[in-house]
């Protein structure tokens, strides 16, 4: 019998967002090619070029966010807590959970990092007063906390 338990974050607003914003940026990215191969003086070509570096790099890290926010999942084990967020995973052992809480819950519950938007909320903060948090979420509401040994995990499962 296979006791496993795996929960996954809201998906359908962050893949909004990031298809949208992938969309933006590529016509940003193709208006700055079409400005490029039309420009006079080459005074007339930094805008465009600009508009290209800026707009199609970010292209590729909207994708692996988007990769990211479909390959995550929260299992609950007999012997630990498997977190996976993109090419991150985490193995927490049973015997290193210390305390699992709401983030509501907390007195101080950790602020999210920044810069964070629907279906990423990636990244490490520091409590106010204290440890480090690790948070591998897609919304920054509804946030479940994890103390395992020194490390802390935010985490947003749905409900």
């Known amino acids: 019998m296979d006791e496993r338990i795996t929960f996954y974050p809201p998906r359908q607003m962050g893949t909004i967002v990031h298809i949208t914003l992938m969309l933006l940026f590529l016509a940003a990215g193709i208006w700055g090619i079409w400005g490029v191969s039309t420009a006079e003086m ?18 590729p890290y909207l994708f692996y966010k988007l990769y990211a926010l479909h390959r995550s999942a929260y299992t609950l084990e007999r012997g630990g807590i498997t977190l996976l967020w993109g090419w991150r995973s985490e193995t ?12 509501t819950d907390l007195e101080v519950p950790p602020q999210p990092p920044f810069p964070r938007w629907a279906g990423s909320v990636t990244g490490i903060r520091r409590f106010q007063r204290g440890p480090e948090v690790e948070f591998m979420a897609s919304r920054a509401k509804g946030l479940v906390v994890i103390a395992a040994g020194n490390r802390y995990y935010a985490i947003s499962p749905a409900y």
């Open 42 to 59: 080459a005074p007339q070509l930094l805008p465009y070029l600009a508009l290209i570096v800026l707009f199609l790099t970010m292209v």
């Open 92 to 103: 927490i052992p049973i015997s290193q959970i210390k305390w699992v809480y709401r983030a």
